[in-house]
C-alpha cells in the first residue's frame, strides 16, 4: 500500500440507492476503494447497497471485484480489496413506501454515530418518494447529506418539482447535485490555468479571443440506456449539464474566494447572460442529428432507430449550437457547443481559439495562424498551447504551430485519480463548490427550453449523419480542431 500523507475523514455511513446499478457497479464502488487504497478514507466507513430486489452478497461483491480490477490487477487482488469488500452490506427495499426500509433501519442500526451520506443513483423521478420515505423514518439529521445523480428532471417544471420534494427533507446544503465532468483534473485545472496565471486572465475576453469551442464526442451509441435516451436526447442528457457546465468556467468572472457560493454565484450570472434562443435564431445556430448505420474503426454499427427497436424517433443523438454571452467581458464573442453520439473518436475537449496577430510582418505575407489554447478532458487529459515557432534552419523566417504540452498522464507518473474520486470526497468533506446549487439548475433549465420550444415552434427537422462521421453536413480537420456545420460555421 502507498504510504501518502493525505488529509483522513471520521467513519461515515454511505447509502447508496441504486446500489446494484450500472453506475455504483462502475464508478461509484471502485472511487470509494482507491479513497481507501490511498488512505485518504479509514476501513471504518461502512457501504449501505440498497437493492430492489434479494441478490447475493458472494455474486454481488464478485462484480464490485470485478470494477476494481479493471483499474489494475493489483489492486484486486490487494488486502484491502478485502477489506472494502467486508464493509459493504446489501439491503433490499423492495419499494419507496416508509414501510419498507425497516431492513435499512436495522442495518445502520451499529453505526448511528457515524453520519449517513444518501447517494441517489436512482431515476430522478424517484428521489422524492426515497427523500420522504428516509425523513418519515428519522434517518436524516443535520449532519446528514444527499447526492443527486443526473439528470435532474426533464423540464424546469420538473426540476423544481424535485427540488421541492427533496427541499421537504434535506436543507440546500445538505444537497449535492453531481456532474462527474467537474471533477476532472483538467477542468479543475481550467480554474488555476485561469486565476493563477496573470498572461491568460489578461486575454481571457473578447479584445483577444475570437470564438470558443466545447465538443463532446462519443463512439458509443445509447446501448443499454435507449429507454431513457430516447426520451431525453443529446439536449437534456448532455448540452444542459456537461456543456454549460463548462462553458460557465470558461466563462465566469473571477470569484472572490474559492469558495462553494462565491464560484456559483459567478456561474450563475453566466447562465443568466446566455442569449436565448427565438424562432428566428434557432434556425440558423442549431443542427439537430441523429446517426444512421456506419462504421467505427473498421466495424459496421447499427443506426439509432435500431438501437432503440423502434420504426421511428425524432430524438436528436446530436446538437450543435452558436450561443453568446452578453456581458462586458464576451461581448460579440460565439461560443460553439457540439455533442454527438456515434462519432469516430470519443474526446472532449474546450478550444479557446485566440485572434490573429493584427499585421504580418514576415516575408511570407501569408496569415498567422491564431494561437489556441486545447484543454482536452477524455482520454489522455492535457492541456496544450498552440503558438507560432520558427522552423530551425537558414531558410529565412519560416515558421509553423507547435504545441506546448502539459500531459497529466507524462508528468504525474502516479496513478490518475477518477472524477467520481474526488467529487466523492468533496461530499465527506462538505465541500459544494463543483456541485449546482438550485438556482443554477433552474437557470440552466430557463435557458435550454428555449431551444427546445424554439425547435417544437420550427418544426426543426432531423438531419441523418452516418455513424463514424463528424455529424450532418460538416466539414472537419480533427487535427487542426476546425469543424464545420451546415449553417453553423466555426472558423
Known amino acids: 500500500m502507498r504510504k501518502t500523507k493525505k488529509e483522513t475523514f471520521n467513519p461515515f455511513n454511505f447509502i447508496i440507492f441504486g446500489g446494484d446499478g450500472d453506475l455504483a457497479l462502475r464508478k461509484i464502488y471502485p472511487a470509494l476503494f482507491h479513497r481507501l487504497y490511498d488512505g485518504q478514507i479509514t476501513p471504518d466507513f461502512r ?58 433501519i436495522t442495518a445502520l442500526k451499529p453505526n448511528q454515530k457515524a453520519p449517513n451520506i444518501f447517494y441517489f443513483s436512482t431515476p430522478s423521478s424517484a428521489f422524492g418518494a426515497i427523500a420522504s420515505a428516509l425523513k418519515e423514518n428519522g434517518l436524516i439529521d443535520e449532519r446528514s447529506k444527499v447526492v443527486l445523480e443526473k439528470p435532474l428532471g426533464n423540464s424546469l417544471a420538473t426540476a423544481q418539482e424535485i427540488n421541492r420534494q427533496v427541499g421537504a427533507a434535506f436543507q440546500e446544503n445538505q444537497v449535492y447535485r453531481i456532474d462527474h465532468y467537474l471533477g476532472k483534473e483538467t477542468v479543475q485545472n481550467l480554474m488555476v490555468l485561469r486565476f493563477a496565471n496573470h498572461l491568460f486572465e489578461q486575454a481571457w475576453n473578447s479584445q483577444h ?10 463512439s458509443l451509441g445509447v446501448q443499454s440506456r435507449a429507454g431513457y435516451y430516447d426520451q431525453s436526447g443529446a439536449l437534456l442528457d448532455m448540452v444542459q449539464n456537461h456543456l454549460l457546465q463548462l462553458l460557465c468556467l470558461v466563462a465566469m468572472e473571477p470569484p ?20 436565448p434562443f427565438s424562432k428566428k435564431s434557432i434556425k440558423t445556430q ?64 474546450i478550444v479557446i481559439n485566440f485572434r490573429p496577430v493584427a499585421h504580418n510582418i514576415f516575408p511570407s505575407g501569408k496569415e498567422i495562424p491564431a494561437n489556441k489554447l486545447i ?10 498551447l498552440v503558438q507560432m515557432t520558427k522552423i530551425p534552419g537558414p531558410g529565412g523566417y519560416r515558421y509553423k504551430p507547435i504545441a506546448l504540452k502539459l500531459d497529466f498522464v507524462d508528468n504525474f507518473k502516479e496513478r490518475f485519480p477518477e472524477a467520481y474520486e474526488r467529487l466523492i470526497m468533496d461530499v465527506v468533506r462538505g465541500n459544494q463548490t463543483l456541485f449546482m446549487r438550485q438556482d ?5 433549465w430557463m435557458w435550454i427550453e428555449t431551444i427546445s420550444k424554439s425547435w417544437k415552434e420550427v418544426q426543426m427537422p432531423v438531419e441523418l449523419y452516418e455513424a463514424g462521421t ?22
Open 209 to 218: 479571443i475570437e470564438n470558443v469551442q466545447i465538443t463532446v464526442a462519443e
Open 440 to 444: 443554477e439548475l433552474e437557470a440552466s
Open 286 to 349: 442549431s443542427v439537430k442529428g441523429q446517426y444512421t448505420r456506419g462504421k467505427i474503426a473498421g466495424q459496421s454499427v447499427s443506426s439509432y432507430l435500431e438501437d432503440i427497436e423502434k420504426f421511428d424517433s425524432k430524438t436528436e443523438t446530436f446538437v450543435a449550437l452558436t450561443t453568446f454571452v452578453d456581458n462586458w467581458r464576451w461581448k460579440g464573442v460565439p461560443f460553439y457547443l457540439r455533442t454527438g453520439k456515434r462519432m469516430p473518436k470519443r474526446y472532449s475537449e
Open 256 to 275: 472572490h474566494l474559492l469558495e462553494a457560493d462565491f464560484v456559483r454565484n459567478e456561474k450563475l450570472k453566466v447562465l443568466y447572460a446566455l442569449r
Open 47 to 104: 457501504i449501505f447497497a440498497i437493492c430492489r430486489r434479494e441478490r447475493s452478497l458472494s455474486e454481488f461483491k464478485t462484480s464490485v471485484l470485478e470494477f476494481i480490477s479493471e483499474s489494475g490487477k493489483e489492486f484486486g487482488k490487494s488486502d484491502l480489496a478485502k477489506i472494502f469488500l467486508e464493509r459493504i452490506q446489501l439491503v433490499q427495499v423492495s419499494d419507496f413506501s416508509p414501510e419498507a426500509y425497516s431492513n435499512l
Open 375 to 384: 484543454v482536452r478532458l477524455q482520454p489522455d487529459e492535457r492541456i496544450e
Open 470 to 491: 463528424w455529424g450532418p453536413g460538416q466539414d472537419v480537420m480533427l487535427e487542426d480542431h476546425i469543424w464545420n456545420t451546415k449553417g453553423y460555421a466555426v472558423d
